[in-house]
């Protein structure tokens, strides 16, 4: 291991642990980097994975606090398990007994844990149990009595975090570092407002991500939510957070809380693992060209799909002498999208049809004037064609003013933790 690769180690073990504890109810596993990869030709990007268990056993032991774990035998009672877990608590439990919000723990099943926080006098004071189905019910005391909680399988249950370099294409930088596709996928989405990655994406683009990894019964089950991202492209820093409203919804903000979202899509065609190393291969100079084309070319393989740019109504779908098969949204604000060149058109692209944003409305072909396989695609004002790379397309609205102070703190430890990741990043590849 390097010089810089251990002062990195050293730097970040203690400081991601804070950050994570503050996130999740966990603690740093696991903090290694991948063997063999500078072996690599094609890469630098050395690899960071941090496994977050929850429940944790490490979180609160300063005081007289002490965790405890129990397995749950056939024929257990909640007596017996508390018994064996030193818990002498009448109003405890009480409260597990009878409470509705304690009702996963009313079926104890046998080979699960239970894990239980208590003090010197074996008071209760928290409780976790993963019931069947992957709910995570936490129990708390607090100064007015216990409160019960359960989240829904998925939620926190396991956190990672990855950093990349772009050598060659997106998906191989993600292969390099284990990032599942899934999670590939939300970071091209939560960024496809800002950059295009068919043409913006250049040989040194940076990323790290921090994302949810599902564990169902202590077992995992595939990638879930990113909850932050960077992306450093042409060395402009993005940064992307999620952000959990109380009413359930969710979105991506910026660092300084402006919403990722975008009424138009930088690209409407689809970021495939097929096609993601296609623009480094071919890149197009659409800017030279726009003044004679009005248009943009997204070279990319026939059957790629095509999404609707904006929220929109579907004007025409059908053929149109050069254009081939074409689609044409109508949009709010006099604006219009076209989709030219298609080799087929999705299900129900139909004229009248409503689309929203992101949809796939046809698929990369090459009918019409083409020669060779490309979406032509254009952005028209009041019918009049526009450089949709150039002119400035309005926001969704902001993070709400009110939860502004809680997303701030929010984040904080999610951007230190991305920054780590870029940090060792860098490091490795010197
Ligand atoms: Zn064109």
Redesign the pocket.
């Known amino acids: 291991m390097s010089k810089l690769a251990i002062l990195a180690q050293r730097a970040g073990a203690g400081r991601v642990a804070a950050v994570f504890a503050m996130m999740v109810i966990g603690v740093v596993a696991a903090f290694g980097f991948a063997p063999g990869t500078t072996t690599e030709p094609d890469m630098t990007t050395r690899l960071v994975v941090r496994d977050l268990a929850l429940p944790a056993l490490t979180q609160a032991q300063t005081g007289a606090a002490y965790w405890r774990e129990a397995r749950i035998e056939r024929g257990d009672t909640l007596g017996s398990v508390l018994a064996r877990l030193e818990v002498s608590d009448a109003a405890a439990q009480q409260f597990l007994r009878t409470d509705q919000g304690a009702r996963p723990l009313y079926q104890l099943m046998p080979g699960k844990s239970v894990r239980v926080e208590t003090d010197d006098d074996g008071r209760l004071l928290s409780l976790r149990y993963l019931a069947q189905g992957g709910t995570m019910l936490s129990v708390e005391r607090r100064a007015d009595g216990f409160v019960a909680a359960s989240a829904p399988p998925g939620y926190g249950v396991r956190t990672e975090v990855r950093a990349g370099e772009i050598r060659s294409s997106m998906f191989g930088a993600a292969d390099a570092v284990g990032l599942p596709d899934a999670v590939t996928m939300q970071l091209v989405e939560v960024f496809s407002g800002d950059i295009d990655f068919y043409h913006d994406l250049r040989r040194g683009d940076r990323f790290a991500v921090v994302y949810e990894m599902r564990d169902v019964d202590g077992s995992p089950a595939g990638a879930g939510k990113l909850i932050a991202a960077e992306f450093v492209n042409k060395s402009v820093v993005y940064r992307a957070f999620l952000w959990r409203g109380a009413d359930g919804s969710e979105a991506y903000y910026s660092q300084d809380g402006k919403n990722l979202r975008k009424a138009f899509l930088r690209s409407p065609v689809e970021f495939t693992r097929i096609t993601s190393g296609f623009s480094l291969a071919r890149f197009h100079p659409f800017l030279k060209t726009w003044r004679a084309?009005k248009?943009v070319?997204f070279a990319a393989p026939t059957g790629t799909p095509v999404r609707a740019a904006a929220d929109g109504k579907v004007v025409v779908a059908g053929k149109q002498n050069g254009y081939g098969n074409v689609v044409i949204l109508q949009h709010t604000g006099a604006n219009s999208t076209v989709y030219a060149h298609l080799s087929r058109f999705a299900a129900g692209t139909k004229p009248g049809a409503r689309v929203a944003q992101g949809t796939v409305i046809g698929y990369v072909g090459q009918t019409g004037w083409a020669t060779g396989p490309h979406l032509?695609y254009e952005f028209r004002i009041n019918n009049v064609q526009r450089n949709p790379m150039t002119i400035a397309l309005p926001d969704a609205p902001p993070l709400a003013a009110a939860d502004r102070p809680a997303y701030l703190a929010g984040i904080a430890p999610l951007a230190e933790a991305l920054a780590l990741g870029q940090v060792v990043t860098i490091a490795a590849g010197e």
Request: charged letters at 25%.
């Open positions: 084309h248009g070319d032509h």
